[in-house]
């Protein structure tokens, strides 16, 4: 049961947000629509149009909306996370030359201290 509900539910769901769907309600609800005006009744025609022909139709126009949302944003983080990960990669890259830098640098500090180290024993002769 725990996995049925979950299956039916996004069935049902997948099956009512789109557009044929919608299509399909607003044909089923123009079936009354004839009853609706023949009665001359502003209260019935109002209700028709409230509750059987909005509410029928709108629904599954609003969850195809949506979706359409849902998968914009989507689309929007997976780029984003794409971009994220480019970039820190390059600052690995940068990362590992600035460590290179630094070791040589450090290297090349060693060095300059071993010279003036001799110069300093020369000129103390």
């Given at each position: 049961?725990?996995?049925?509900?979950?299956?039916?539910?996004?069935?049902?769901?997948?099956?009512?947000?789109?557009m044929?769907?919608?299509?399909l309600?607003?044909a089923?609800?123009?079936?009354?629509?004839?009853?609706?005006?023949?009665?001359?009744?502003?209260?019935?025609?109002?209700?028709?149009?409230?509750?059987?022909?909005?509410?029928?139709?709108?629904?599954?126009?609003?969850m195809v909306?949506?979706?359409?949302?849902?998968?914009?944003?989507?689309?929007?983080i997976n780029?984003?996370?794409?971009?994220?990960?480019?970039?820190?990669e390059?600052?690995?890259?940068?990362?590992?030359?600035?460590?290179?830098?630094?070791?040589?640098?450090h290297?090349?500090?060693?060095?300059?201290?071993?010279?003036?180290?001799?110069?300093?024993?020369k000129?103390?002769?």
């Amino acid at each position: 049961m725990k996995r049925f509900n979950p299956w039916l539910a996004e069935k049902i769901t997948n099956g009512v947000a789109n557009m044929w769907c919608a299509y399909l309600f607003a044909a089923i609800a123009l079936i009354s629509l004839p009853k609706a005006i023949s009665s001359g009744d502003s209260i019935v025609i109002v209700s028709w149009i409230a509750q059987t022909f909005l509410q029928l139709v709108l629904l599954s126009i609003i969850m195809v909306g949506q979706k359409v949302a849902s998968a914009s944003v989507e689309n929007t983080i997976n780029e984003t996370h794409t971009a994220s990960l480019a970039e820190f990669e390059l600052a690995k890259e940068a990362r590992s030359l600035a460590d290179q830098e630094l070791s040589e640098l450090h290297d090349i500090s060693k060095s300059i201290h071993a010279l003036m180290r001799e110069v300093e024993a020369k000129l103390a002769k």
